[in-house]
């Protein structure tokens, strides 16, 4: 009888093993997919800026740059541009990007760009409420961001906008993205 309960013992000691086991190989196997997706998140970004440093996206920026500065109200490749941000507005509601890490490389664009033509996109989704609305949605989450992180970039005014595309018109294909307007330099020497 003696024998019997140690038996019994050692199986359900076995079993908690096992199942302790099982319970732990789940826990590692969640942690390592949500480490691949994340590194997934990151690699989706990268190839979004290479693509945004990158011919025809370079291109089309510059055209939108040099065409408001004279004047133009809504140049033809603004359209590629606010596309592109679209697409990266779905990826953000799909789960494939970060908004936060979009925040952080994209939204100097998007918030120039978004106050620039605000008038245009908010009259066509009179028309179509979904035209852009990923996009507009992504912005959204981007202005909260803005607001926790403590910045006020996200609402420029018309000399701030004006001093973006300036910036835009001498974009140059590859060179690096800045995060932020420039600051303007105080002449105070404090």
Not at 119 to 136: A, P, V
Request: glycine share 4%; aromatic share 12%; charged share 35%.
């Amino acid at each position: 009888m003696n024998c019997k309960l140690i038996t019994d013992w050692i199986t359900a000691v076995s079993t908690a093993f096992i199942a302790l086991t099982g319970v732990c190989a789940l826990i590692y196997a969640r942690w390592q997919l949500k480490q691949a997706r994340e590194s997934e998140k990151v690699k989706h970004l990268v190839e979004f800026i290479e693509e945004f440093e990158r011919e025809p996206i370079a291109h089309y920026r510059r055209a939108v740059a040099e065409k408001r500065l004279k004047g133009t109200t809504y140049p033809p490749e603004a359209q590629k541009i606010l596309d592109f941000f679209e697409t990266i507005g779905l990826l953000v509601r799909r789960g494939y990007l970060d908004a936060e890490d979009v925040w952080s490389s994209f939204g100097y664009w998007m918030f120039n760009i978004y106050a620039d033509f605000r008038d245009d996109i908010e009259q066509e989704q009179r028309l179509d409420k979904n035209y852009y609305g990923d996009s507009c949605d992504l912005l959204k989450k981007l202005h909260e961001i803005e607001k926790e992180m403590g910045s006020s970039d996200d609402r420029p005014s018309k000399d701030e906008i004006l001093d973006f595309w300036r910036d835009e018109s001498k974009t140059i294909v590859g060179s690096p993205l800045k995060k932020r307007r420039p600051r303007k330099v105080s002449n105070s020497p404090i």
